[in-house]
């Protein structure tokens, strides 16, 4: 039985840790909104990594929470095709959407990518 409580109490540590890795994500994202957000105005989002010597996965997922805030309708979103693939751009202002991951996001066909619009702002 020892085994096993030592099993659990590592497993609560370990997710604990997890936690804590989260919560530290997410006050240092609410810190650079705004430097993101200035930074955005002259600079593409791959360039924001170089700009503030912050992990580029983390600049991202600022330029996404910024996105979500301020460009938060379908109307502000189109797709556009790159090359062999669809990628959504928005429409008034110069952005390659970028989803909660940090990720770039790109389909095979339009469709998707108006499905994927549609989806993601309601």
């Not at 957000?37 to 360039?47: M, Q, T, Y």
């Not at 991202?60 to 751009?89: A, Q, S």
């Not at 928005?90 to 095979?108: A, H, Q």
Request: net charge negative; aromatic share 10%.
């Amino acid at each position: 039985m020892t085994e096993m409580k030592t099993y659990h109490n590592n497993l609560l540590a370990e997710h604990q840790r997890w936690l804590d890795k989260q919560a530290q994500e997410e006050e240092e994202i609410d810190k650079l909104k705004d430097r993101i957000a200035e930074l955005l105005e002259e600079n593409h989002p791959a360039e924001l990594e170089r700009l503030t010597g912050i992990d580029d996965v983390i600049c991202k997922k600022v330029v996404n929470r910024l996105y979500m805030e301020g460009f938060n309708d379908r109307k502000c979103w189109e797709p556009e095709r790159v090359g062999d693939i669809w990628v959504i751009f928005g429409k008034n202002f110069s952005g390659e959407w970028i989803d909660e991951n940090g990720d770039y996001v790109g389909f095979e066909t339009r469709n998707e990518a108006m499905q994927y619009i549609k989806e993601t702002f309601k």
